[in-house]
């Protein structure tokens, strides 16, 4: 394979076929930081979906984020008692994550569809039942996986799949955050009944979900490590790793960090060539796909709001009835991963899947 043009579409949507009639409309469940500062922006930037309804804890903060998109503002009990539920089609889960649960039950009992952020719940068994409640209402589940809606990344996916590094042997993944940096440590993401765990299932969960996903395979076994030395991240893991087997000698190995220099990036090695995405993680990133093959060496970089891809893709999806890949099994996955890296770290073996 010559690599000379083998990145020309790599900021082309594969996956749009034609716009809708109209947008859909959704109910943003949840008005923290990444609701406020960036969920509610990329659906006001969106052309197939919009945000009729929005949703907290405090009527106050729903009133006054409601005004400021031209949506009604609800509380968590007027949404569970279906106020307003006309207004809206669909709804976007963004509160922390031992919640989801109980929002997408609602959801599916009043017969809406779901894009649920990751990682789908706190636990395994919670994120099976909420895959359970909208597969019985026959509602359309989506795990809020960005990076499976960016086109460089899809991209990736597609050259490893026609052999462009030759077999693939070996992949990595990396993302540290700094979550403190100028904020309380009072935040739920350390509070490990509400998050499931600590940089795992918070950031850990971008390498794992993505790798998956660009190689389009399955592990076998799974080796974990946590470690958690420093205050305040007594109650959840602070720094974690993993290793992912698969069939053919195939391993996968992710990081990530709450504490750590910031980095992001994931790295495919095959029999024949490398592929590097750097920086992928963080929203709206700059990304720079590389690929080298032999003394060949190419690379594209662009710039996507993954974001408003992400709920235009869910919309297309809804209003064509075709496939949704991130759905809730894809998340389900990755919580059952999950448990088996903490598992695995735990009694220091390794854990077939």
């Given at each position: ?127 099976e ?13 989506m ?90 991240f ?39 060539g ?23 060496d ?40 999950i448990?088996?890296?903490?598992e695995?770290?735990e ?7």
């Open positions: 394979m010559e690599l000379k043009g083998v990145l020309a579409d790599a900021t082309e949507r594969d996956w749009e076929t034609e716009p809708p009639e109209a947008p859909l409309s959704l109910a943003v469940i949840g008005l923290g930081v990444f609701g406020r500062k960036v969920a509610l922006p990329a659906l006001e930037r969106a052309e197939s979906a919009e945000a009729s309804v929005v949703v907290s804890g405090s009527a106050e903060k729903a009133a006054e984020v409601g005004g400021q998109y031209g949506a009604t503002g609800l509380t968590y009990d007027q949404y569970h008692d279906g106020e307003a539920s006309e207004e809206y089609e669909a709804v976007y889960v963004a509160t922390p994550n031992a919640t989801h649960l109980d929002f997408a039950e609602t959801a599916a009992e009043l017969g809406k569809h779901v894009i649920c952020e990751k990682p789908l719940e706190a636990t395994a068994a919670r994120a039942r909420l895959v359970e409640a909208t597969e019985s209402a026959g509602v359309r589940l795990t809020a996986y960005r990076m499976q809606t960016t086109p460089i990344v899809r991209r990736a996916r597609e050259l490893v799949a026609h052999g462009a590094i030759g077999q693939p042997v070996r992949a990595e993944g990396s993302f540290n955050t700094k979550p403190l940096t100028g904020r309380s440590p009072d935040q739920w993401r350390l509070d490990g009944e509400l998050a499931g765990g600590g940089a795992l299932p918070d950031i850990g969960i971008y390498p794992l979900n993505t790798a998956r996903f660009v190689l389009d395979a399955e592990p076998a076994t799974v080796r974990g490590y946590v470690a958690s030395p420093d205050a305040p007594e109650d959840v893991d602070e720094h974690v790793a993993f290793t992912l087997g698969f069939d053919e000698g195939l391993h996968v190995t992710g990081h990530a960090s709450f504490n750590a220099e910031p980095e992001s990036r994931l790295r495919v090695v095959g029999t024949e490398i592929l590097d995405i750097e920086p992928i993680f963080h929203v709206q990133a700059t990304r720079t796909l590389s690929l080298r093959r032999g003394d060949e190419v690379s594209v970089t662009t710039s996507t709001d993954e974001v408003t891809a992400e709920f235009e893709y869910f919309a297309h999806a809804v209003r064509t009835d075709e496939p949704i890949e991130p759905d809730g099994a894809d998340g389900l996955a990755d919580m059952r991963l448990q088996a890296i903490y695995s770290a009694t220091g073996s390794v854990v077939s899947l």
